[in-house]
């Protein structure tokens, strides 16, 4: 079954989706589980929509794997990661993933999984640009909305530095770029809750819990 993967056909992708509803489907045979701690800011309506509509969850847990595997897809042959053009990773990404407990229930890692890998291509796509000023905000802005759903992605930002470092010579100004993108949804979302008179409800669930 393998070989209909190894294929230059982009329409396969679509075999991904129905790959991620089968695997996703052990979850309605399988006790609740504890609800993940360290969640950010983002993740806790939609963590408590999913233990209020499990087929709903379902559905959408399986969609968001397959728009992780697609993007691990574009990313890997795009840049020639792999040594022939092939919808594989994609494919195992998400049987890895199915595998591990944090993956059968709507978790904040299903969320920022697509924003990170949004993150990378745009790592990768100030490859040989000169002025990379936007990709690199929108690299900084990405991580940031992740570390909304999980805090503890705010660690990105290390090895968003070192890879920019790695695919270009990484200027100072850069740097300063990439935190100004970072910033910018605290910005918003400090700025919602202050406006609502709700800045303390802001801190404690996203830097005390």
Not at 41 to 49: Q, T
């Amino acid at each position: 079954m393998l070989f209909l993967f190894r294929t230059r056909q982009t329409l396969f992708n679509f075999l991904l989706l129905f790959y991620a509803a089968l695997l996703q489907s052990r979850s309605f045979f399988l006790p609740p589980l504890e609800t993940a701690s360290f969640q950010g800011l983002l993740s806790f309506p939609l963590i408590n929509w999913a233990d209020q509509q499990p087929v709903g969850a379902f559905f959408l847990r399986s969609a968001l794997l397959f728009v992780e595997a697609i993007l691990i897809n574009e990313i890997v042959n795009k840049n020639r990661i792999s040594g022939e053009y092939n919808l594989l990773p994609g494919l195992f990404f998400i049987l890895v993933s199915s595998i591990l407990p944090e993956f059968i229930r709507l978790s904040p890692i299903h969320f920022i999984n697509i924003l990170l890998l949004l993150a990378i291509r745009e790592i990768y796509s100030t490859y040989r640009i000169g002025d990379a000023a936007t990709r690199i905000v929108n690299l900084g802005l990405l991580t940031g909305l992740a570390s909304l759903f999980y805090f503890s992605s705010i660690l990105f930002l290390v090895w968003a530095i070192a890879g920019l470092n790695i695919m270009r010579s990484l200027k100072l100004n850069e740097v300063f770029m990439l935190l100004s993108g970072f910033v910018i949804p605290y910005i918003f979302a400090g700025t919602w809750y202050f406006w609502y008179d709700n800045f303390a409800f802001f801190y404690e669930q996203q830097f005390l819990q």
